[in-house]
């Protein structure tokens, strides 16, 4: 959701020194459209296809190879929920050279 920062090495802000990952609930639709956008296509999801099913988190990082996830690290995460986390893991990493599953955090 921040490809314009990232381009100018802002690894966390936007292009106007946003982080965006702290704008969430209160994110203004032309200081934050990528947010604004994301949210609007989880309440869709929600309201018209009976819910959100998998949400994922695509990070990449100077410390870490390659392209990995991280997820179901909250108390709410149920042992099924992080396993189906963990499995799509798996099956990415399987279809995807990009993706490195041993450089995931499923915390």
Request: proline content about 3%; charged content about 20%.
């Given at each position: 959701?921040?490809?314009?920062?990232?381009?100018?090495?802002?690894?966390?802000?936007?292009?106007?020194?946003?982080?965006?990952?702290?704008?969430?609930?209160?994110?203004?639709?032309?200081?934050?459209?990528?947010?604004?956008?994301?949210?609007?296509?989880?309440?869709?999801?929600?309201e018209g296809q009976g819910g959100v099913r998998l949400y994922l988190d695509f990070h990449?990082?100077?410390?870490?190879?390659?392209?990995?996830?991280?997820?179901?690290?909250?108390?709410?995460?149920?042992?099924?929920?992080?396993?189906?986390?963990?499995?799509?893991?798996?099956?990415?990493?399987?279809?995807?050279?990009?993706?490195?599953?041993?450089?995931?955090?499923?915390?």
């Open positions: 959701l921040n490809p314009d920062g990232v381009e100018l090495g802002h690894h966390r802000l936007d292009l106007a020194g946003t982080n965006l990952n702290r704008v969430y609930g209160r994110a203004d639709p032309m200081r934050h459209p990528s947010v604004v956008a994301a949210q609007a296509a989880c309440r869709s999801a929600h990449a990082h100077s410390n870490r190879r390659g392209v990995f996830l991280l997820g179901n690290s909250h108390t709410s995460s149920t042992g099924r929920d992080a396993a189906m986390g963990r499995l799509f893991g798996y099956a990415l990493a399987r279809r995807c050279h990009l993706f490195e599953y041993s450089q995931s955090d499923f915390g």
